[in-house]
Nanobody, 121 residues
Framework: QVQLVESGGGLVQAGGSLGLSCAAS????????IGWYRQAPGKQREFIAGISRGGSTNYADSVKGRFTISRDNAKNTGYLQMTSLKPEDTAVYYC???????????????WGQGTQVTVSS
């Protein structure tokens, strides 16, 4: 079993930066890839970025070049560094423990509780 807890959300002005963390517990995390998703009001949850245990990554086109996913396996923690934030990045951000193969991230049913990110114009 894997438990995930996100932190680091908040309010930031457009053009600013914010970093999110995802602390994981449970031995299964050692073998899992990490993904970040977000859900804006009235919209479906969408994929943002994924990273394998070995550090391979992939990103949604909407955040490519602005967001960076990383992980520290020793700390069982994943990160999402967000720069050049836009009002349309406003959403609840969730981390996920899943699988990464063939260059893509595949979620499993391990989700954090989410953290709110609000970008003001």
């Amino acid at each position: 079993q894997v438990q995930l807890v996100e932190s680091g959300g908040g309010l930031v002005q457009a053009g600013g930066s914010l970093g999110l963390s995802c602390a994981a517990s449970g031995s299964a995390f050692r073998f899992n890839a990490i993904g970040w998703y977000r859900q804006a009001p009235g919209k479906q949850r969408e994929f943002i970025a994924g990273i394998s245990r070995g550090g391979s990554t992939n990103y949604a086109d909407s955040v490519k070049g602005r967001f960076t996913i990383s992980r520290d396996n020793a700390k069982n923690t994943g990160y999402l560094q967000m720069t050049s934030l836009k009002p349309e990045d406003t959403a609840v951000y969730y981390c996920n423990a899943g699988e990464f193969y063939s260059g893509s991230y595949y979620p499993r049913n391990y989700w954090g509780q989410g953290t709110q990110v609000t970008v003001s114009s």
